[in-house]
């Protein structure tokens, strides 16, 4: 398992700058779904070649219009871990460690976690 935590971003505990914009730092392998409020994909870092499970999911608010959106990065190994991952849903993936979360909250408070 420790074999596919290899990443700098694994190691340490990324910014902002590590993340975004996310053209400059991963090359997408697969996309699954592209939607404005959803997108999940296979994102591989240019750095080291580590693999992601990635999912894009934005809460929308009508009211304020100002939505929460949620980042989620987990490490995988093989393209056929993403594609079992992908059969979850966006609550079932917040049971699956390790992941990291980039997370912009309504109330402006932007948050980038590791949940081990
Ligand atoms: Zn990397």
Known sequence: ??????CHLIEGTPTESDLSPSDAHFDVIKTFEEDSHLSRR????????????????????????????????????????????NKKSQFALLGVVPRLQDDFLQDGTKTIEWMR
């Not at 398992?1 to 290899?6: C, H, I, N, S, V």
């Open 42 to 85: 296979i994102l591989k870092c240019k750095r080291c070649g580590q693999l992601y499970f990635y999912e894009f999911y934005e809460e929308i608010d009508w009211k304020e219009g100002n939505d929460s959106q949620y980042c989620t990065y987990i490490p995988i190994e093989t393209v056929e871990e993403a594609e079992e991952l």
């Open 1 to 6: 398992m420790e074999t596919k935590l290899r």
